[in-house]
């Protein structure tokens, strides 16, 4: 009886050791989360103003119509750029991510390019993945505008090379504190159409330089935006997933000592009850 009140106590001292760990990275996360909601919100505007700006300008080069509003469609695959974590312990979050490009990527012909540890690591050692370029910078850690204009003079040279046919961004979508969904954005070529507006169809505007200068002007800018800003929401969405499963795992550590705590007082009291029954029955030998 000693042994199992031994190997009870031992898995409750086990457990209460891990929730530790587990309650520290719950508050980790949650500081994170409220620093990168922050960041998220900082660059929404400047990111979703120049995505209408750019729109204004694509929907007013009406002469040469430069070839950032069209795919390079004598060129068979894509570039999928997927920004998955470097760190584990975030439930489903990479999974997710994962499953998402195995159903709409062509693994023969479309290059991953995969930013974050994780995803590095899954898409380097699935054979099934022909074209995986592992020498993007993880700009995941810390939203390095040095880096993030390398990673956009990179694709954007790709992309006017014609190696490749368009920049397809997968990323997680932040939609509240428990629910987030893998989602894709075309960064090249730039898929915005606006609606014409009423007041300008007898009085378009006038654009120095023109539109289609401009546009080469502010792509560098317009890439470096949109990068940002999906790389900042896919690390809350990252964080919050974090979070949830350290408070899952706490929830379950509770619960499991609980039942470990009412099993060693079950135990501890039936080793008492013996014992009693024992002393009492050796009392009752002693007096006959």
């Known amino acids: 009886m000693s042994l199992g009140l031994n190997k009870t106590k031992r898995r409750i001292a086990s457990i209460e050791s891990t929730q530790k760990i587990t309650k520290a990275m719950e508050m980790v996360a949650t500081v994170k989360l409220k620093r990168f909601r922050t960041v998220l919100d900082a660059g929404e505007e400047y990111a979703n103003g120049l995505r209408e700006a750019m729109g204004e300008l694509f929907l007013h080069d009406n002469v040469t119509k430069t070839h950032y509003g069209k795919e390079n469609e004598e060129v068979k695959g894509s570039l999928y750029i997927v920004i998955t974590s470097s760190l584990g312990l975030c439930a489903g979050y990479n999974n997710n991510v994962f499953k998402y490009v195995e ?96 007041d300008e169809a007898y009085c378009p505007p006038l654009f120095e330089p023109t539109a289609r200068e401009q546009i080469h002007i502010l792509m560098p800018y317009y890439l470096g935006a949109r990068l940002n800003h999906r790389i900042a929401e896919s690390q809350l969405s990252e964080q919050a997933s974090r979070r949830n499963a350290m408070n899952n795992a706490n929830d379950n550590a509770d619960e499991l000592l609980r039942k470990l705590t009412i099993e060693y007082n079950k135990a501890r009291q039936t080793a008492i009850t013996q014992e009693i029954v024992e002393v009492v029955s050796g009392s009752a030998n002693a007096t006959k």
Do not use: M, W
Request: glycine share 2%; with cysteine.
């Open 103 to 198: 159903e709409h990527v062509d693994k023969e012909n479309d290059i991953i390019a995969p930013l974050g540890e994780r995803g590095k690591a899954h898409f380097a050692h699935d054979p099934s993945y022909k074209h995986v370029d592992l020498d993007f910078p993880n700009v995941d850690k810390t939203l390095d505008p040095k880096q993030i204009d390398e990673l956009c003079l990179r694709i954007k040279k790709s992309f006017n090379d014609r190696e490749i046919r368009k920049v397809v961004l997968v990323y997680t979508h932040y939609v509240n504190s428990i629910s987030f969904v893998p989602e894709e954005e075309t960064l090249l070529p730039v898929s915005i159409t606006p609606s014409p507006r009423e």
